[in-house]
């Protein structure tokens, strides 16, 4: 599956036959992106070599690199644990999570865009057994979302191989439970991986060194940058940088701008009963659950903002047990009661956007940017001639909310394709919703900044 060269032609069109046309907005002039080349770059720094170094070994750090070997750079990944996927990707089952939408939105267009990249890019992952491409079934939590399903089901009927619209006899039948939900959208090609594991073959597969450091500072001096331990210590210096340790990205001044949030999550290992046994797919609604493996199924996932502990909580054990209950009756039956005090889990945090998008490409200069689009205070539709100004070969790469797994394929392609100066495989509209610079851009147009 290579995007690398892709043309225009071959570019994903998450649109493809399926949910509307772009929408065609009003527009006094040109369209956004040429009235205002905010994305562009004007002072593109020469690149002397291909070497590269990506900070941060979680899904978005390990998946750029592996596409950047790819296209002949020379790759090395720092992370501060000695194994890579540690932290936010450290749980044993994580979902491609698949989220879609009647609506003809940026956002349900990259997810369409991403889940439909991510089964190809994990399916030699299933194939070797690392994880279980078992199908993942989508519950309505409401009414609304049930009819939305409708909709979605409608629309993709031609492609039952991606989604199918399933009624209650055939939910029961794919997953193995007397589930009671009357109707459920069935994805046939997704399922779980264990994040860490997936994570660690990556850069096995490509010979990617993974090196130990905890970097604190990064610094930009005779064209490389400099990254420096806490003792002022200089661990390395590299030519391009990928920043891509999630929300500690925020310690770094090129990158402190950046609108993130640290959201905690817990996640619920369960035995498997002879009742719960028989789950054939993963099931998600309020929350997920996923077939045992090794005899444990994981649950999850809760979302606490504010709570900064990795240490389990016996409430968050409650909540994810009641998320099941709610997700389907017979879910929650199958699961039968717990003795939440004997429980385990795992706790750690995601790293959210405020529109939910990830965040994938060049770090703004902030002060020259803001300067050169000052205007757009005044009139947010103004046509500005010059380019955007970004830090020499700096690369941010976050933002992965809850569906890193989902998202991490494509963002790294896209990243990838943009330091290679190649065309890239999404469309510009695409692009342009998931780049660093926008939340600047927003902010200047409604006069927050
Ligand atoms: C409870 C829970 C359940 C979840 N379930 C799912 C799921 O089912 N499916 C799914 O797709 N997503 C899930 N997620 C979200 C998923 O974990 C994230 O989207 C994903 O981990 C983000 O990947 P990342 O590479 O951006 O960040 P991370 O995985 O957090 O990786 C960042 C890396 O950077 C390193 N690092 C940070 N700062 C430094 C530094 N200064 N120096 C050196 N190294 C540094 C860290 O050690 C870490 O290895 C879940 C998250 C939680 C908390």
Not at 34 to 44: A, E, I, M, Y
Not at 85 to 105: C, F, H, I, T
Not at 165 to 194: D, T
Not at 234 to 263: K, R
Request: proline share 7%; hydrophobic share 35%; net charge neutral.
């Amino acid at each position: 599956m290579s995007l690398g060269s892709a043309s225009m032609d071959n570019k994903i069109n998450p649109l493809s036959n399926d949910l509307s046309k772009p929408s065609s907005k009003p527009s006094n002039k040109l369209p956004s992106n040429k009235r205002q080349p905010w994305h562009l770059d004007k002072s593109v720094a020469p690149r002397l070599s291909k070497e590269i170094t990506i900070l941060g070994a979680g899904i978005a750090g390990c998946t750029t690199a592996v596409a950047l070997a790819k296209r002949g750079f020379n790759v090395r990944v720092i992370d501060r644990h000695p194994s890579a996927g540690s932290e936010g990707a450290g749980n044993n089952q994580a979902v491609v999570y698949p989220k879609l939408s009647p609506r003809d939105d940026l956002l349900p267009r990259i997810n369409l865009s991403s889940m439909k990249f991510a089964s190809d890019y994990y399916k030699p992952f299933w194939d070797r057994d690392v994880g279980q491409q078992c199908g993942v079934l989508v519950l309505p939590e409401s009414e609304k979302t049930a009819s939305d399903f409708k909709i979605i089901g409608e629309r993709f009927a031609d492609q039952p191989g991606f989604v199918q619209l399933q009624n209650n006899s055939e939910l029961r039948g794919v997953s193995g439970l007397n589930l009671v939900a009357k109707q459920g959208l069935f994805f046939p090609q997704l399922g779980w991986l264990p994040p860490a594991e997936v994570c660690q073959q990556l850069l096995a597969q490509q010979g990617i060194p993974l090196l130990r450091a905890d970097i604190h500072k990064i610094v930009y001096s005779d064209n490389h940058w400099q990254l420096l331990e806490a003792n002022g210590d200089l661990f390395l210096t590299s030519e391009s940088l990928v920043i891509a340790n999630a929300f500690d990205c925020l310690q770094f001044e090129q990158t402190a701008f950046l609108p993130l949030t640290q959201l905690r999550g817990q996640i619920t290992e369960l035995q498997q009963s002879p009742a719960s046994s028989t789950l054939k797919t993963v099931i998600c609604g309020e929350g997920y659950i996923t077939p045992q493996h090794k005899g444990v199924h994981s649950c999850g996932a809760t979302y606490n903002k504010g709570v900064f502990t990795t240490e389990l909580r016996p409430i968050d054990h409650q909540t994810n047990l009641e998320q099941m209950s709610r997700t389907d009756e017979g879910l929650g039956e199958a699961i039968g009661p717990q003795d939440i005090a004997s429980l385990s889990g795992r706790a750690n945090y995601r790293c959210t956007t405020k529109d939910y998008l990830p965040i994938v490409g060049p770090v703004p200069n902030v002060p020259q940017l803001l300067e050169d689009y000052a205007p757009l205070r005044r009139d947010a539709r103004c046509e500005i001639t010059s380019l955007g100004s970004y830090l020499p070969n700096l690369y941010v790469h976050c933002g992965m909310g809850s569906r890193g797994l989902s998202y991490a394929p494509l963002t790294s392609e896209v990243l990838a394709a943009e330091i290679a100066g190649e065309t890239l495989p999404i469309e510009d509209e695409l692009r342009l919703a998931m780049h660093p610079a926008r939340f600047l851009i927003r902010d200047l147009k409604k006069k927050r900044i």
